[in-house]
C-alpha cells in the first residue's frame, strides 16, 4: 500500500466533532475536579439541569419559548425592514454616482457609530416599548444591507456593462438582469452580517425597560448572580444565530447557485 492511500486525510467533520468533544472534556473536568469553582463557571451537567428547568418553568413566570419568541420578533422585524429598504438604496446609490454623491457623506458619518450608542435617543423619541427595540435593530441590518449592496451594485465587471449596452439594453434592464445577478452574492454576505448584528443588537435592546427576551433574562438573571441562566441564555443566543446564519446560506445556495463555479 502506498504511502498516498494509507495516509487519507480525515474529514472536516470527524475534526470539527473532536474539536468540540475534547472541548467539553476539558470544561467537564475543570468543573468536576474544581479546577474552576461552579460559581464562575457551571458544570455542562448543571447547565444541563437549568435548561430542563427553564424548558419546564419558564424565567420569571415567563415560558422560555416566550422569551425567544419576542427576541426573535424584535430581531427578524428590524432586520427585515432594514434590509428592504437597504439593499434598493445600495443598489441604487451604488449604480447610479449622482445617488451615491448624495447619500455617501452621510452613510460614511453615520457608519463608524455603534448601535448602542443610539439607545438614549430611541429611548427619548420612541419610549421603551416594542417599537424603540425595532427601530434600534432596523438601523444596524439597514446599516450593513446597504453597504455591502452598495459595494456589489459599483463593482460589477465593466465587461458586463459592455456587453449588455452592446445588445441595446435599456437603463432598467441592464439593472435588472446585470446588476443585481452580479450583486447578489455581495447582497447575500451584507444579509449575513445584518442577520448576525441584528440578533446581537437585540440583547442590548433588551437591556433597557425589556421584561421578556433572552436579553432580558441573561440580564435580570446576571443581576440575581444566577450564573447557569446566564449561560444558557448566551448558549441559546448563539444556536439560534447559527440557525439563521444556516437559512441565510441554503437561501443563497439556491438563488446564487452560480456562485464559485
Known amino acids: 500500500m502506498s504511502n498516498s492511500t494509507a495516509r487519507q486525510p480525515l474529514p472536516m467533520m470527524w475534526i470539527s466533532t473532536g474539536t468540540i468533544v475534547g472541548l467539553l472534556a476539558v470544561w467537564w473536568a475543570a468543573t468536576t475536579f474544581q479546577f474552576i469553582s461552579a460559581t464562575y463557571l457551571p458544570s455542562p451537567q448543571a447547565l444541563v439541569a437549568v435548561t430542563y ?70 429611548v427619548l423619541y420612541f419610549g421603551l416599548g416594542e417599537l424603540g427595540k425595532v ?20 463593482h460589477v465587471p465593466i465587461q458586463y456593462l459592455r456587453a449588455a449596452q452592446s445588445l441595446g439594453l435599456t437603463q432598467f434592464q441592464l439593472f435588472r438582469k446585470i446588476v443585481l445577478p452580479a450583486a447578489l452574492p455581495q447582497i447575500f454576505t451584507g444579509l449575513k452580517v445584518a442577520m448576525a448584528l441584528s440578533w446581537a443588537v437585540v440583547v442590548a435592546a433588551e437591556l433597557v425597560g425589556a421584561q421578556r427576551g433572552l ?5 435580570d438573571a446576571a443581576q440575581l448572580f444566577q450564573i447557569p441562566v446566564v449561560f444558557v441564555g448566551i448558549a441559546l443566543i448563539g444556536l439560534i444565530g447559527l440557525v439563521l446564519n444556516l437559512i441565510l446560506s441554503a437561501t443563497e445556495t439556491t438563488l446564487v447557485h452560480w456562485k464559485g463555479r
Do not use: K, W
Open 215 to 219: 436579553g432580558f433574562m441573561i440580564s
Open 53 to 122: 428547568d427553564l424548558v419546564m418553568n419558564g424565567y420569571q413566570r415567563v415560558p422560555l419559548i416566550e422569551h425567544i419568541g419576542i427576541s426573535l420578533f424584535r430581531a427578524l422585524a428590524g432586520f427585515v425592514l432594514g434590509v428592504a429598504l437597504g439593499v434598493p438604496t445600495g443598489l441604487i446609490t451604488g449604480y447610479y454616482r449622482s445617488c451615491d454623491a448624495m447619500v455617501s457623506p452621510i452613510m460614511a458619518f453615520i457608519r463608524p457609530i455603534p448601535p448602542i450608542a443610539f439607545i438614549p435617543m430611541v
Open 135 to 154: 427601530v434600534l435593530i432596523f438601523f444596524t441590518a439597514f446599516n450593513y444591507a446597504h453597504v455591502n449592496a452598495h459595494s456589489g451594485a459599483a
